[in-house]
C-alpha cells in the first residue's frame, strides 16, 4: 500500500497510533494494522503513526508521526498497541522523549493515553499507572463509537476527569480507578460463533517490513486444543476460522507479491490446502506460521515441497510424554515422528522443533526421554533422502524458558529459578552436541525471568518500569528497585488468591482454570474445545459471554 499523505485535519479529531519497537517489528505485527485501517476510514478522525524505538525516540530524536512529522505531544489522543511485557520500556521512555509526564497522575489535562492490544486483557495492571485507559478485547462495533465519544467530549473542552468518567463504563473500557470491574473482554465473531469476521491483515506491505514485500493474513484466531500453559489459546476464545472467499478479496484487493498466513492452528482450517492452490494459481508466493505435527499430511507436505516451501516448523513443547500431559498438549509422539519422517523425505531442507523447559515439577529423567526421542529424529532423518549429503536436513532445535501467563491454568505455578533455568539448558546444550547438523539455541533465564515478573506483576511493577526507563534498563534498576522478584515468581498462588490481572473478565472461569491446574498436577489430559461450537458446550464459560 502507498505510504499515506499527512491528512487534512479539517475539523477531524487527530488521533497517533503508537507501536513499540520501531518500524522494522511494527509493520510485521497484525493488530494495530486492523485499527489503523478502522479508524483511518472514519471521515471524523485524522489517523497517524508513531514507531517509537526502544529508548523512545523516532530516527534519533523527539517522537513523531510518519505522516505529517508532527510531534507526538501536539496529539490529543496516543492510542498505543502493547504486544509484549518488554515493550512496556518503550511507553515511559517515549511519553517522557515526547516532554508528556509518564504518569496518569500527573497529567491533569491532555493528552489522553490509551492503550490496547494483547497486554490490555491479559495483565494491564503493572502499565496502568501510566494509562489513562484500555481497550479490552478486540475492536467489535464498539470501537468506532468510543472515539466519535472522544471527539465530541474534547472538542466541547471538556477536561480530563470529564471525559475519563464519561467513557469509564463504556463496553470493553477500562480506566484505572473508575470502572467498574471486572470489565469483559469484547470480540468479534461472524455468522457464527466459529466464524472469524473480520480477519486482520496488513495496512502496510513495506520492503522495510522483518516479512519483507508480504501481506500478512490472518486465517484463525484462538485454538481448540486448550494448552494449559498457552495465553493466546484462553484469551482469545472462542476458536473461530476466517472464511476462504473473505480471504480471497483481501487478496485480490491488496495484490501483493507474496503473502505469509497466520494463525494459532494453521492446519485445522479445513480450506487451507485449497487457499494455498488458489494463491499459486495467482502466480504469488506464500509461506506460513508454524503448524501442529498431526496436521501434517503427506499431501500437503509434498504441496508445499513443489511450491519452493523449504523449513518446517514443528512445536513439540515438553521434553516427555508426562509433561505433554502435564500441559494437555494432545500430541501422540507416533504423530510427530510422522511429520519428521515425511519432512526427510520429500526434501525439507530446514526442520525447526521448539521446546519449553522449566515446567513444574519437571525431572532430569524427563530429558533423558527427550534424549531417547532425538537419537529416534536422527535415524529417521539418516533413513530417507534428508540424510543424504544432497538432500540433507539441517535441524534447529529451540528452547524457551516456561513463563506462567495470567488467565492459564498455569498463573497458579511458580516459576523455574534462573540458575535452574540455566542448568537445564548446558544439559540440553551438551545432549545435542554430538549430532552432525543440530543446531540449538534457546532464550535468556534472565530476559524469561523478567518477563514472568512483568506479566505476572501488580500496579507496584510500574515504579520498577520506571526506574529502568530513567537508569539504563531492566538489570540495572532490580539493583535500585525495593520489590522482591521471588514473591512474584517464587511459590505456587493459594487457591483463593487474588490476581492483578483480575480487574479483566476474560470470559473463561476462574473455577475452570483451577480445575485444569489441579488436573495438570496430576498430569491428566483434558479434552479442547468442543467442535460443535461454544453452543454445545457448557465448559469453560465462553459459552456465556
Request: hydrophobic letters at 40%; one cysteine or more; glycine letters at 8%.
Amino acid at each position: 500500500m502507498k505510504e499515506p499523505e499527512a491528512p487534512n485535519l479539517g475539523g477531524r479529531l487527530p488521533i497517533a497510533i503508537a507501536v513499540p519497537g520501531g518500524e522494522k517489528n511494527a509493520l510485521s505485527t497484525l493488530g494495530w494494522q486492523s485499527v489503523y485501517r478502522t479508524l483511518a476510514e472514519e471521515p471524523g478522525l485524522a489517523v497517524e503513526r508513531v514507531f517509537p524505538d526502544k529508548l523512545g525516540l523516532t530516527d534519533g530524536g523527539e517522537p513523531r508521526t510518519r505522516e505529517s512529522k508532527s510531534p507526538l505531544s501536539s496529539f490529543p489522543v496516543t492510542a498505543w498497541s502493547v504486544t509484549f511485557e518488554e515493550d512496556f520500556l518503550t511507553l515511559p521512555r517515549t511519553l517522557q522523549a515526547a516532554g508528556v509526564p509518564p504518569l496518569a497522575a500527573e497529567r491533569p489535562r491532555l493528552p489522553l493515553v490509551m492503550v490496547g492490544g494483547p497486554i490490555a486483557f491479559l495483565n494491564p495492571a503493572p502499565i496502568a499507572p501510566f494509562v489513562d485507559f484500555f481497550w479490552v478485547g478486540e475492536a467489535d462495533v464498539n470501537f468506532v463509537p468510543l472515539f466519535m465519544k472522544l471527539k465530541e467530549l474534547i472538542f466541547d473542552g471538556a477536561e480530563k476527569d470529564t471525559i475519563l468518567d464519561a467513557i469509564k463504563d463504556m463496553p470493553g473500557i477500562y480506566v484505572p480507578g473508575r470502572s467498574k470491574t471486572p470489565v469483559k473482554r469484547l470480540l468479534t465473531t461472524g455468522p457464527t460463533v466459529s466464524t472469524l469476521n473480520d480477519p486482520a491483515f496488513s495496512c502496510f506491505i513495506s520492503g522495510r517490513a522483518t516479512f519483507r514485500d508480504t501481506l500478512l493474513l490472518e486465517v484463525n484466531r484462538g485454538c481448540p486444543y486448550g494448552c494449559r500453559f498457552c495465553a493466546a489459546g484462553f484469551i482469545y476464545r472462542p476458536p473461530r476460522h476466517a472464511d476462504i472467499e473473505e480471504l480471497k478479496r483481501i487478496v485480490e484487493l491488496t495484490d501483493p507479491p507474496k503473502i505469509g498466513l497466520v494463525g494459532t492452528a494453521l492446519t485445522d482450517w479445513p480450506d487451507l490446502l485449497p487457499f494455498l492452490k488458489w494463491i499459486h494459481s495467482q502466480k504469488k508466493k506464500f509461506s506460513l506460521s508454524s503448524m501442529r505435527a498431526d496436521g501434517i499430511t503427506e499431501e500437503l507436505l509434498v504441496y508445499l515441497r513443489e511450491r519452493g516451501i523449504r523449513t518446517v516448523t514443528l512445536a513439540l513443547e515438553g521434553a516427555s510424554e508426562r509433561l505433554r500431559r502435564m500441559m494437555s498438549k494432545k500430541l501422540k509422539i507416533e504423530d510427530f515422528l510422522n511429520a519428521v519422517t515425511l519432512c526427510a523425505r520429500y526434501g525439507v531442507n530446514h526442520l525447526k522443533l521448539y521446546l519449553i523447559a522449566g515446567w513444574p515439577g519437571e525431572t532430569d529423567e524427563d530429558y533423558e526421554e527427550l534424549a531417547e526421542l532425538l537419537e529416534q529424529i536422527v535415524a529417521i532423518r539418516a533413513a530417507e533422502p534428508g540424510g543424504k549429503k544432497k538432500n540433507f536436513m539441517r535441524i534447529t532445535i529451540g528452547v524457551s524458558s516456561l513463563v506462567p501467563k495470567p488467565f492459564t491454568p498455569f498463573q497458579w505455578a511458580p516459576m523455574m529459578s534462573e540458575q535452574e533455568l540455566n542448568r537445564r539448558m548446558k544439559i540440553l546444550t551438551k545432549m545435542v552436541k554430538p549430532y552432525k547438523g543440530i543446531t540449538f539455541h534457546h532464550d535468556n533465564p534472565f530476559q524469561a525471568r523478567l518477563q514472568g515478573m512483568l506479566a505476572r506483576g501488580g500496579e507496584e511493577m510500574a515504579d520498577y518500569i520506571l526506574l529502568a526507563a530513567e537508569h539504563g534498563g531492566w538489570k540495572k534498576a532490580l539493583k535500585k528497585w525495593d520489590g522482591d522478584p521471588s514473591a512474584i515468581l517464587d511459590h505456587e498462588r493459594g487457591e483463593d488468591e487474588v490476581f492483578p490481572w483480575e480487574v479483566i473478565d476474560i470470559g473463561v472461569k476462574r473455577e475452570h482454570l483451577y480445575k485444569e491446574w489441579l488436573r495438570a498436577k496430576e498430569t491428566k489430559v483434558s479434552a479442547g474445545c468442543s467442535p460443535k461450537g461454544c453452543e454445545k458446550c457448557a465448559g469453560c464459560g465462553v459459552e456465556e459471554m
